[in-house]
């Protein structure tokens, strides 16, 4: 099963909270699916141990290419969200980010 945190995204910031089904399941994977052909695309996956109360960066990443799969080991938190920290370049980029577990 899969959940989408960026919506095709056309601006950077933060998608929507998600929180963990299963917490203690630390392993994650992640795939980002681009399209417009933007030139930069960098994510953050933040998480939080309180409610979502406040997030803290766990991961960055720089997408190289569209559907780009990357992996976040041994991170348990109760809430997760990406912030798409750039995208720039080409012609009306979208960013979608999708997590799996």
């Known amino acids: 099963m899969s ?3 960026l919506k095709a995204a056309t601006s950077t910031g933060t998608g929507d909270s998600v ?3 299963h917490p203690e399941q630390e392993d994650k ?3 980002v699916v681009v399209t417009g052909g933007p ?3 960098t994510v953050d996956i933040e998480g939080s141990i309180n409610g979502g109360v406040s997030y ?3 991961l960055r ?3 190289t290419a569209d559907g780009n799969l990357f ?4 991170k348990p938190v109760t809430s997760i969200r990406a912030n798409l920290i750039t995208l720039t370049g080409g012609t009306s980029p979208t960013v979608t980010l ?3 577990s």
């Open 19 to 21: 929180t963990s089904v």
């Open 3 to 5: 959940v989408e945190l």
């Open 29 to 31: 994977s992640f795939q």
């Open 71 to 74: 992996h976040m080991n041994g």
């Open 98 to 100: 999708k997590m799996g």
């Open 61 to 63: 990443h720089d997408v």
């Open 39 to 41: 030139t930069q695309v």
């Open 56 to 58: 803290d960066q766990l």
